[in-house]
Every structure is written in C-alpha cells, then in structure tokens.
C-alpha cells in the first residue's frame, strides 16, 4: 500500500473508529502477497479415516462397522485412493470491523457483511477472518465415472471428498482460532452462507467480493446460484474479539439439522 | 435348496448387500426353474423393500442402500436375461426422467435416485446437472416419461422448479406426466405451492412416492 494511500485510509478509518494498533496491524502484518492477494495456506495434513469418511456418506460408523464390515475396509481403501487426487488451499483476509448497524458489520476498506446472525454472532467482534477452503475438484471427475460403473465405490470415494472437505474446514478454524488466542482474543464459532440468518445468495457474493483473488488464487469460482466450483469447497467467516461469544456450534445454525445424517446429532 | 430357501437367500443377499450372492443365487433360480418372476417379487423386491424401510427409520443408510441395490442388480440381468429368454414380458414400473435443475451442479443425490428407481424395474433416463426448463421440456417430449423428477440443493435454484412446472403447462403437456420433486431446498409445503404431484427428500422416499403417484401401491 502507498504512503500515500495509506495515509488517506488511517484519516478515515481513525475518524471510525477504529484503532492505530488495528490499523497498523492490518497494514503490516500480513505477508507482502497479500499487498496484491490474499495469503494462500497449502500445508495441510488432513486427519482423515475410516469413520469421517463413513460420516461423509450420510452413514454411522459404529453401525456399519457392526453390520458392514467391508464397507468401513473399503472406507479405508478408499482414503488411500482418493488422498493423491486432494489439493486441499486456503485463502483468507483479516479484516478490522469498524462498526455495526442494522445488521450490517462495516469492515476496513468499504467491505460488510450482513445478515441477522452475523449482526447476532459478530457483534462483539474487533475483526473478522472471512476464508475460502477448497480440496479442488480432482476426485470429482472420479467419482463422476465411477457412479457409472461402481456406485459403492464412488460414494465411499464422495465420502472421502465430503470428509476431507470437512477436516479442511475444521483445520483453517482451529488455525484462524490459534491467531486469535496468540494476541488474547477469543473466536467465534465459524459462520457460512446458508446458515439459518444468512442467506446463501447474500452471504457468498459478501465472502467473495472480500476475497477478489480467490478464483486466481486457489481456483474457487462463485456461481450466480451460489455454488460454488469445485463442490467440494466451504466459505465461512469467524469473528475475533476480546468479548466474542464462542458458545454454540455450527450445526445449531444449519436448517438441515433435522434430517442431517453426516454427524450424529442423536437421531442417527 | 427348496424354492421358498432359495427365494428367502435371495432375498437375504439383497439385504445384506451381497452382490456375489445375490448372483449365483439367481443363477440358480434359473438352472432349477423357478419362476424369474416370482424371484423378482419375493426374492429381488422384498430385500430391497426391507432394506428401504430401515433406511427410511434411521437404521440403514446410504451405503447400504446403494450396496443392497447393486445386489439387487447383480441379480436381476440374470433373471431379466431368463424372462426374455422365455418371452414373458415383466411389467415394468415406469419411465422416469430425471435431473437437476439449471443453476445447480449436485450429482450424487440424484443418481442414486436413478440407481434405486431403476432397481425397483423403472426406467430412468438420467439428463445430468444443470438442466434448463426447456431442456426438461423437450426430454418429456422425446421419452414420453410417467414421471418428471427434478432435484435442487439450493435454495435460489428451487425456483427453476416451479419454472419447468409452468412449462410443462404453456405446452400443454403438464397432464401427461407426475412431477416429483427433491432435495435439500425442497420440503412439501414448497412442492404443493408450485403443483407437483410427489415431493420426497432422500433417495427411497422418492421411490416410494414414485409408485404412489403412478398408484402403483
């Protein structure tokens, strides 16, 4: 950022509000790429076994493992197969919150989010870390074919997408958590569009208008419906602040909770 | 083996999922000349109804269903191969075409739809993802199905639904086939508001609801 630029943005950012130690931080901090993008994060080791991958497939484990015993070794095999195939990335912004106003949380550089539960959840929050994580879309294609030929098969492969997908997700958490604790702030649980209180169609354009390099970056495109390309990728946003509101889970915001039957929520 | 052992471990291999089972027992339904149909019927259909109902309260899942359906299958291009042989002509159940609607790009849950429908005797003609109403249109036009099924994920897609529901409508065609809904933005309230005939949200409810809206049960 130019010194000038810089110069102009702390007038209007101090004249918000918000602080010279969260203005300096946002500048300075993060790495000289995100001066054009976003910091990428490709180091993952995701924790995947038999039972996630199970999960993935809509299936209890401990049941299938009773009653199916080969359905968990193929669940096994097929994390062997499908690992190579994942190309698990992170992008992600920090951004400062300068406000919030009939449900609208004004960020640092003209940027929001908007929606009754982020007003609900991020109220307390000094900023926010808004990411796109993707596992990319070469099982897909796999997966796609093998429902053709071996449909087992591919959904024991789509259980390996759907649960590396998911420990990707929960690993950028615990990690974006991590940054927060280092500096004495608490974080709250991870928001995604198409939460009970954020609509999927206004929620992803506000994730990706934050995030311009994504697509560039880490190869996520945004549909006009919302979806996002490759399938097997998430958005979210977790709010980090002195006084946050950590209590509560993802899934008490999920309309599908009733009849969800990838995690065991006492029905399965 | 007596018939009803043979047609009672045909049906146990379905349940249990067990593809190399359930084809050699149909091989012997065959080499011992026992009526292909009646082995569909008590054999085939039986375990894929039981099967279906622990899916539907909970106690089976997915997997189970997609495992015991290719049992199912295994099974059933022996005796089909035999009924042919014989020139009967079993009854088949319908013809259903099925997609999911322009905007959405979800898969799985509609082909193993088209996988469990096809394993209670329809025929499916499976258009893929991201099918637009006029595409939807013209398939009904050219397969002349019992059944449109239609699938959206999501929420602003579900819109396209009521879409191809409309066109089948301005051409005049809407009588000629049940429309059945599905997925995760679907619920009944929703499928009611835009006329369709059948709304169900997994895979072996769908079939249910396909036999209901043809009053096949």
């Known amino acids: 950022m130019k010194l000038t630029s810089m110069i102009h943005a702390a007038d209007w950012l101090l004249g918000l509000g918000v602080s010279v130690r969260q203005f300096v931080r946002y500048c300075c901090e993060q790495p000289p790429e995100t001066r054009k993008g976003m910091p990428v994060l490709r180091d993952w080791d995701l924790a995947l076994d038999a039972d996630s991958v199970l999960w993935g497939q809509g299936a209890n484990p401990a049941v299938i493992r009773a009653r199916r015993p080969k359905l968990a070794e193929l669940a096994e095999r ?18 400062p919150v300068v406000g919030l106003r009939h449900e609208r949380l004004t960020l640092a550089g003209s940027g929001h989010l908007q929606g009754p539960l982020i007003a609900g959840r991020l109220a307390a929050a000094s900023e926010v870390i808004v990411a796109v ?31 590396a997908a998911e420990a990707l997700a929960e690993a950028a958490c615990r990690r974006f958590e991590a940054f927060g604790q280092a500096e004495g702030l608490q974080a709250s649980i991870p928001l995604n569009p198409g939460m009970i209180g954020w609509p999927l169609e206004e929620g992803q354009p506000q994730i990706f208008g934050l995030l311009p390099s994504v697509a560039s970056e880490i190869g996520v495109s945004l549909e006009p419906s919302g979806l996002m390309q490759p399938l097997k990728s998430l958005s979210l946003v977790i709010g980090l602040g002195r006084h946050l509101d950590s209590a509560g889970q993802s899934c008490d915001y999920c309309s599908m909770r009733e009849t969800c039957r990838h995690k065991d929520h006492g029905h399965v | ?18 593809i190399d ?8 339904v065959v080499a ?7 082995a569909f019927d008590e054999g085939l259909r039986q375990g894929i109804a039981e099967v279906g109902d622990g899916f539907a309260c909970g106690d089976y899942f997915l997997p189970d269903l997609v495992l015991s ?30 997609g999911t609607v322009e ?16 394993a209670h005797g329809f025929e499916v003609v499976d258009l893929g993802v991201n099918i637009s109403a006029k595409a939807f249109l013209a398939a009904v ?77």
């Open chain 1, 78 to 95: 097929a994390i062997e197969e499908g690992r190579p195939y994942l190309a698990p990335a992170v992008l992600y912004r920090r951004i």
């Open chain 1, 133 to 163: 994580c993707t596992v990319g879309d070469g099982l897909a294609r796999r997966i796609s074919e093998g429902f053709r030929t071996d449909p087992v098969h591919a959904l024991a492969l789509e259980g390996v997408a759907a649960a």
């Open chain 2, 1 to 18: 083996m007596s018939e009803s052992e043979l047609l009672n471990g045909l049906r146990s291999a379905v349940i249990e999922g067990n």
């Open chain 2, 21 to 28: 089972a359930a084809e050699r027992l149909a091989k012997q």
């Open chain 2, 32 to 38: 011992e000349g026992v009526d292909p149909l009646r």
């Open chain 2, 69 to 98: 359906a290719e049992a199912m299958k295994a099974a059933s291009i022996v005796l089909e191969q035999e009924i042919a042989r014989t020139g009967v002509v079993r009854e088949r159940a319908g013809k259903v075409v099925i």
């Open chain 2, 103 to 118: 905007g959405d790009l979800h898969d799985i849950g509609k082909t193993i739809v088209g996988t469990l429908l096809a």
């Open chain 2, 141 to 217: 036009r050219e397969h002349e199905p019992q059944i449109l099924g239609m699938s959206s994920l999501l929420t602003i897609t579900a819109k396209e639904l009521k879409k191809v529901i409309d066109a089948l409508q301005e051409a005049g065609i809407r009588d000629t086939v049940k429309v059945m809904i599905g997925g995760g933005a679907v619920t009944k309230e929703f499928a009611d508001s835009i006329g369709a005939d059948g709304f169900a949200h997994d895979a072996e409810l769908a079939v249910r609801v396909a036999k209901r809206v043809l009053e096949m049960d």
